[in-house]
């Protein structure tokens, strides 16, 4: 496959180029080569009794800076997931001469929304993703039934203004991509635009918003049409946080919506009390919709541990009907 071929092609040169970076550049320091990983597990149940133990994710990356002068860089990351179907996440080269402006080829995280772009599977607060981010930002049960981690190929510009002492003012991304996915060929040969601002007017405060056009072939859709757009607000302090977004777009001719709310406070400097309550309308032309309500704790005992106890309540509306169904989750990940 031709986007196959591409990403091994961009990981042998950049390979090539660190060969050549670690000839030119042997008295300055830089990081050629970082090796580092995770390991997610767990076990969860639901109200009928189901359960299972799991191995969500074994992600091994690879990555380092080819050149790196003041502020000008040239780095690069490979990261493969060996969890079920081995396959990679993420191969890229990027380069920016300046804060604000650089490049980026390659297969990466898409620039559509804060949680599925600013938050890994490391660092966000609950175990799964919020529910308007999986259905339409690709990082889980996608309703184009493209469910890729909220990656697809492809490129893009990203920069930074008006800087201060700790953040920075403006942030964009914008770039073309194949709207297929990871590890996988553009099928119609039309690309996706994705765009995405972000302002922070203090340091711990994000206002964004973001904007897809593109194209979706699947045989359970409609139409070819695929556009998403949105924006959302995320508070942070390392005490206290908040994030909420809204995400909505058509996919063929059905026009879906979805918002979440998620925040929490550190009551000791290990132990972080969550809440989150989730909402998507798949359809907004038809009387159906989706609630979720989780709570949760997030226990850090060690730098390299995280252990995640989810508890989600959730409520389906079809019409007059309703039902409810519920779902206790525990996950650790192990860093290295």
Known sequence: MKEVKLLRIIFVATLL?????????????IDYFKFKGYIQGGFNIDDEG??????????????????????????????VNMAGSPGILELWVRYSPVREFGMQIGQFKIPLTIENTDYSPTTIEMIEYSLPV??????????TGINTS??????????????????????????????NGTNRRDDDGRKDLIAR???????????????????????????????????????????????????????GKMLSEGAYLTSGYWITDKVM????????????????????????????????????????????????????????????TAMF
């Open 17 to 29: 180029a660190t060969s050549f970076a670690l000839n030119a550049q042997d008295s300055l320091k």
């Open 50 to 79: 189901d359960n299972t133990f799991y191995l969500k994710r074994a992600v091994l990356t690879l990555s380092g800076d080819l050149f790196k002068k003041n502020e000008s860089t040239v780095d690069y990351q490979f990261m």
């Open 134 to 143: 999986e259905k339409m930002a690709r990082s889980g049960s996608d309703v």
């Open 150 to 179: 909220g990656r697809d190929i492809g490129f893009k510009l990203f920069g930074s203004l008006l800087h201060r002492e700790n953040h920075s003012l403006i942030s964009y991304d914008i770039g073309l991509f194949n709207g």
């Open 197 to 251: 601002l972000k302002i922070s007017p203090i340091r711990y405060l994000t206002i964004a918003g973001y904007y897809q056009n593109g194209t979706v072939k699947a045989d359970h859709i409609e139409g070819n049409i695929l556009t998403r757009y949105g924006g959302g607000i995320s508070f942070d302090n390392n005490k206290i946080m908040c994030r909420s977004e809204y995400i909505s777009g058509h996919t």
């Open 273 to 332: 009390a969550l809440g989150r309550a989730d909402y998507f309308k798949l359809d907004k032309a038809l009387d159906n919709n989706e609630i979720y309500y989780t709570l949760g704790l997030l226990y850090t005992p060690w730098k390299n541990l995280r252990l995640q106890f989810n508890y989600t309540l959730k409520e389906f509306s079809y019409t007059a009907d309703k039902s409810y169904g519920s779902l206790f989750n525990f996950m650790a």
